[in-house]
């Protein structure tokens, strides 16, 4: 029985990205048994907090990890806000369980990309998916994609936490004193803070260096959140409220 069962072609792509060596064939006698192969797609804290618990669950569970990003940790590195570092500790918990000998990171990969889904369902006893949401969801407003200046929060987070594929986002600061953010969450309250906080604060933290030059042009003074209810229901900690 291999030990991952993964063709040479895709194993090929997989290796370039991650500087693997393509696995050895190895059969069990009938006095072993084999490990369960478990594979998990998507390596932020759903995925992490999964692994932990297969890890911990059985000797006998291996994980592979695909992530489609060079670098591991999803939202925990490129959601929370730059300036609450305290929130992002949890690093530490995530980065005990990858030091198992049992679980193997494989970055730089993307689904449907470099390996398909039934290829990963073929080889693995099980596959979680612990991707999240790839895409944005549209409010239906007219000329919503269209205008300038309108960007959905997953945008927006992503390009003031250095997220490769919103780093070139085209934000202007400089036309408006005002911003408006629909919404009236931990995100919103996140976004309406950075833009509102002090440049040389935030040029302290781990905000992308891109996202700080903007933020220090920036013009905007007034944030004003939008959402379908009152304040006694809006959707946040107090302690994104209260920073």
């Known amino acids: 029985m291999p030990v991952l069962n993964i063709h040479r072609s895709a194993y090929a792509t997989l290796s370039v990205r991650a500087g693997l060596t393509a696995p050895s064939t190895r059969h069990y006698s009938a006095a072993v048994t084999p490990r369960t192969r478990i594979c998990i797609v998507g390596c932020g804290p759903a995925g992490f907090y999964a692994a932990g618990h297969l890890l911990k669950a059985s000797e006998n569970i291996q994980v592979d990890m695909i992530e489609a990003l060079p670098v591991p940790y999803g939202l925990v590195r490129y959601g929370v806000a730059p300036d609450h570092p305290e929130v992002k500790n949890v690093i530490h918990k995530f980065e005990s ?7 193997r990171y494989i970055g730089n990969t993307r689904l449907d990309t470099h390996i398909s889904l039934p290829d990963l369902l073929s080889r693995y006893s099980a596959t979680l998916l612990a991707c999240g949401a790839s895409q944005d969801r549209r409010m239906g407003l007219a000329n919503e994609s269209s205008t ?19 780093k070139d986002l085209e934000v202007d600061l400089e036309s408006t004193d005002t911003a408006v953010v629909v919404g009236h969450g ?5 976004v309406a803070r950075i833009l509102l906080s002090d440049v040389e604060a935030l040029g302290r933290t781990d905000v992308a260096g891109h996202a700080v030059e903007k933020l220090r042009r920036s013009r905007i003074r007034h944030v004003v959140l939008v959402g379908r209810r009152g304040p006694l229901q809006v959707c946040a900690t107090f302690f994104a409220i209260g920073h």
């Open 186 to 190: 931990n995100v919103a309250l996140d």
């Open 148 to 166: 300038p200046n309108v960007f959905s929060a997953r945008a927006f987070v992503g390009w003031y936490n250095g997220l490769p594929e919103h």
């Open 97 to 103: 369980i990858a030091e198992s000998p049992r679980f």
